[in-house]
């Protein structure tokens, strides 16, 4: 039975991905019944409407003729049957047989406190159901099929099946599914008591975001860092929305997450201001650029997590790692990590990579410290250790503006770097960083390809931390679409580039996530 829990949140992802929302279309939308049944101490919670809007349905109508298979409309439901046929069977699931003749417009899944102290989280899958028998019928046959026996209790009237690792009931016109029949008690009483959809925060977030969408998120995140050990970590953050949204060019994620300032430690509070303002990093990589990142304040995200790791299961070994660190930058080099080395990460850092050469990546490290001379005197210092244990150095010219220290590491290979413009760029070779140099000379930068541009025009306001990922170089190095059926291949293969961006002001950080198609 396990099986068919991984196959129902498989379903659920998969239509959050709009293949089996575009199956079920109709010219109406749907409200969210199933947060009125999710328990109100719910840490997360994930709902995808499968009959949405008509204007959602004419754009992913749209979206989903620049697919393989999915140009002739009169084919579309044809085609997306199969594409989730052969998805769902890897989880050893029978879509036609199994789901189709019963599920109706909306599928959830929360995740909430188990009832014992320290257990992992319980989630509890909610989906919509037109024909009960038929769902019940089905539940049967895969119990039947994997030689489990069926029993049944009573809670609240509501009777609830269980197999050994699956249980299962009806409440009201939904079909809830959990690991544990707790996780499904704590539905029954949500009914009758305080739900999700009944607390204020929930209505908060939900209130914050665009509502004509397809799916939305929710996220507790004070509850989610209490049980992580983290509060420190996310003093000032309460909760987190977020609503899923289809346009012609892609898929838009939009989220808010409101910031208390009065409640936050001085570290995140000078985060949020960092995250004010566009990263002007990009403008320094090269055009062939085919995935990038951007951190704003990385050093206050390193000194708040290792003041929080006595707290959290995995602290201890950041710890161990951090004092490894420290030693190693002490004896070996004569540095300090935390007086030297962190303050390069002070303000923005960002890695580029443009591909694969000779089995290591080429690209660039690139960061703006709030104190370049005191950057480039530390960088200095470092060669001059690095000398010490046997590497050469070499200097290049790059052009009127810079130099280049080109070091030959024994055993490990060549590094390069500069410090121009303020800013501190460092390669696995002195082209990686002329490349850099160059980009923001000619202007000719990945900032001004039309890929980027159209990421972040889909996404809206780019401001803070950023992500930027060409897809179609990144599945073909990764092979991540390698073992995929030939259909949902196809389509990976059309999707074009993965943008993020996170936006702060005073009072909230807004997070902006893309998928374009080609």
């Known amino acids: 039975m396990h099986r068919l829990v991984i196959a129902l949140t498989t379903l659920i992802v998969l239509a959050g991905g709009t293949f089996l929302a575009a199956y079920l279309l109709i010219f109406a939308g749907v409200s969210d019944r199933a947060a009125a049944l999710a328990p109100a101490d719910t840490i997360a919670y994930v709902n995808v409407y499968l009959q949405p809007s008509t204007s959602q349905q004419m754009k992913l109508g749209a979206l989903l003729g620049r697919l393989p298979g999915f140009e002739d409309t009169s084919t579309l439901d044809e085609k997306i049957d199969e594409v989730t046929q052969n998805l769902l069977s890897t989880a050893g699931l029978d879509y036609r047989a199994d789901i189709r003749p019963w599920l109706g417009n909306q599928a959830s899944l929360a995740l909430r406190p188990a009832a014992e102290s320290g257990a992992e989280p319980v989630a509890v899958a909610f989906l919509a159901v037109t024909d009960e028998a038929a769902a019940q019928a089905a539940l049967n046959r895969v119990a039947e099929d994997d030689g489990a026996t069926v029993s049944e209790t009573d809670h609240q009237g509501v009777a609830i099946s269980t197999t050994d690792g699956m249980a299962w009931a009806f409440v009201d016109d939904l079909l809830v599914v959990s690991s544990l029949a707790d996780g499904i008690e704590s539905t029954i009483d949500a009914r009758s008591g305080e739900s999700l959809a009944d607390t204020d925060s929930f209505k908060r977030a939900m209130a914050e975001l665009p509502p004509d969408h397809l799916a939305s998120l929710y996220i507790d995140l004070s509850r989610a860092a209490q049980l992580a050990g983290g509060e420190a970590e996310l003093s000032g953050w309460s909760v987190a929305g977020a609503a899923l949204v289809v346009e012609e060019e892609g898929l838009r994620l939009t989220g808010v997450a409101p910031f208390d300032e009065a409640a936050a430690s001085a570290s995140a509070r000078a985060g949020v201001a960092l995250a004010t303002e566009p990263s002007s990093l990009v403008e320094w990589m090269p055009p062939d650029t085919q995935a990038e990142a951007v951190i704003f304040g990385l050093r206050q995200t390193i000194e708040d997590a290792e003041a929080a790791a006595p707290g959290t299961p995995e602290g201890q070994q950041l710890t161990d790692a951090l004092t490894t660190l420290r030693t190693v930058l002490a004896f070996g080099l004569g540095l300090d990590l935390d007086a030297d080395l962190l303050p390069l990460l002070d303000r923005e850092a960002a890695v580029a990579i443009s591909g694969i050469s000779d089995g290591l990546p080429t690209g660039q490290v690139l960061l703006r410290p709030t104190d370049p001379d005191a950057a480039a005197a530390v960088l200095t210092r470092l060669v001059d250790g690095l000398r010490g244990l046997g590497a050469s150095v070499e200097t290049e010219a ?27 760029i460092i390669g696995f070779s002195a082209d990686d960083v002329r490349a850099a140099i160059t980009a923001n000379e000619t202007g000719d930068s990945l900032a001004a390809t039309d890929a980027y541009t159209r990421t972040f025009e889909l996404a809206g306001e780019r401001a803070g931390n950023e992500i930027y990922v060409d897809l179609g170089a990144a599945l073909e190095v990764t092979g991540a679409a390698d073992g995929l059926p030939s259909d949902a291949q196809d389509i990976l293969n059309e999707l074009d580039t993965i943008g993020f961006t996170a936006p702060a002001s005073e009072d909230r950080i807004e997070f902006r996530a893309v998928l374009t198609v080609e």
């Not at 024994?410 to 770097?417: L, S, T």
């Open 398 to 424: 790059a052009g009127e503006r810079a130099e280049i220290i080109v070091v030959e590491v024994p055993e490990f290979g060549e590094v390069a770097y500069t410090v121009v413009d303020g800013l501190v």
